[in-house]
């Protein structure tokens, strides 16, 4: 289609097809990731309520346990990504789904800390390509001026995992001698048995494509395929080329694709070092503020912040959809979070730093499905998984050394605040990559991949 179908009102088709696409497909991948976050997130509430001093963990030995699930999703990311374009999302994702399940019910039975490092690792294999396949299969059913608020619906799932999980935690924690087990490995059992059976049921219910779609009309589907065409067939790179090596190449050649994953390092060293370590920090509280917490009142402090974070997350997104997706709407977020991580250890009350905290929070979950918005604008099919993979990685490296840099800093400095300090910069410096990338011109014809950002002013 041409401007003027792009920038005229809806028409009842696409209005149709749009709607039944984020009612048919969206929740259930949503779901998928609620689970898939909920277990890669487990050890962070395990340790505080039994699991560290059962396994005398160290805060270093726990960050490198927490990171370690990252270096074995890195080690499978783009490959995965690379079969799910070749073997459809079906496929692909339901056979991740039921891998990771099994791993994470292993956790149930862990005895040291060697054996945390292992199960950790080979949860990373297992659950390689997940989140970058998910991303790729939403971006193939709507076409980009719906994409933001397609991914902004997905992404909800990862704050209410915490919102809903950590009570959820804490609640499974709480029955202690279920079965003989302590309360953490209680948890660590019933949370990953629903993983296995999504991964069953998502073999069944997903569907590759909008052409198979029955729920489609006629209409529906000639609407979607013909619109995804024309969009694919003027971004960088040859769909028709975009197979193997050539997409791999195409990818990794793509200053963007660089740059978009140095911006996705800062704000996922953020998201993970809030993850892993916010139930420690709260469990600090009862040293540094003189107050004492039931494990379920932990488990409601964690959830505060993601809560809001959802709630901003879902306005943020419909506004970048309203305007257009704008450098500001992913670099202000992180300005703000990296200003606000650091600040919230100089409050004097758990509530303040609580709500500091939740601005963080507030601004990471702003961004991140505005920024998954972008790459799709200039990369298709092969290129595009890979790309994704690509970006996905440097979020993975960030995740391990969050957990890992995070960990050592505290114990080599007696607390948080040098290591909220280094997340704070981390987070500045996507904005200022954001802000740069936005204004980057085109190098010549010669190099049609390292062109400014398409549509992101």
């Known amino acids: 289609m041409g401007a003027t179908a792009l920038s005229s009102a809806p028409s009842a088709v696409e209005r ?155 609640w499974l924690i709480g029955h202690h001698g279920l079965f003989g087990l302590e309360g953490w490995r209680v948890m660590f059992l019933f949370v990953s048995i629903p993983a296995i059976l999504l991964g069953v049921v998502a073999w069944f219910y997903l569907i590759d494509r909008p052409a198979d779609a029955p729920w489609l009309s006629t209409a529906e589907k000639e609407w979607l395929t013909g619109e995804l065409a024309a969009e694919n067939a003027t971004k960088t790179g040859s769909a028709e080329r975009g197979h193997g090596r050539e997409a791999l190449k195409e990818a990794f050649r793509s200053g963007r694709v660089w740059v978009l994953a140095m911006v996705y390092f800062g704000f996922i060293y953020g998201l993970y070092a809030l993850a892993f370590f916010l139930p420690t920090i709260i469990e600090g509280f009862q040293e540094s503020f003189g107050t004492s917490f039931s494990v379920m009142d932990k488990a409601l402090i964690t959830a505060i912040p993601y809560l809001p974070a959802a709630v901003v997350l879902f306005f943020w997104s419909r506004n970048a959809t309203r305007h257009s997706t704008r450098t500001w709407h992913v670099a202000g977020p992180a300005v703000v979070g990296g200003i606000s991580i650091p600040l919230a250890l100089y409050m004097n009350s758990p509530a303040a730093t609580i709500s500091v905290i939740t601005v963080t929070a507030c601004a990471i979950f702003a961004a991140l499905p505005v920024f998954w918005s972008i790459p799709s604008r200039f990369l298709t099919g092969a290129a595009a998984a890979a790309g994704i993979a690509l970006i996905n990685t440097a979020g993975n490296i960030a995740g391990f050394a969050a957990g890992y840099v995070t960990g050592w800093l505290k114990d080599f400095s007696g607390g948080y605040t040098l290591s909220m300090f280094v997340v704070g910069g981390f987070m500045l410096l996507s904005a200022a990559l954001m802000v740069a990338l936005s204004r980057r011109r085109p190098a010549g014809p010669s190099h049609p991949t390292d062109q400014s950002l398409l549509e992101v002013h």
Request: hydrophobic share 55%.
């Open 16 to 170: 149709s097809a749009i709607k039944k696409v984020s009612i048919r497909l969206v929740p259930f991948v949503a779901l998928m990731f609620f689970v898939n976050y909920l277990d890669r997130t487990a050890v962070s509430f395990a340790e505080p309520n039994g699991m560290g001093t059962d396994l005398a963990l160290t805060a270093a030995q726990f960050g490198f346990a927490s990171g370690v699930f990252f270096i074995g999703y890195i080690v499978l990311e783009v490959p995965s990504n690379m079969a799910l374009h070749r073997f459809g999302a079906r496929r692909w994702l339901a056979r991740i789904m039921v891998t990771w399940g099994i791993v994470s019910l292993l956790f149930t039975w862990v005895q040291n800390s060697e054996q945390l490092y292992v199960l950790r690792f080979l949860l990373g294999v297992a659950e390689a390509g997940f989140f970058p396949g998910a991303i790729l299969f939403l971006s193939q059913w709507v076409p980009t001026r719906h994409r933001t608020k397609v991914l902004a619906l997905f992404y909800l799932a990862q704050p209410l995992t915490t919102v809903l999980g950590a009570p959820l935690a804490g």
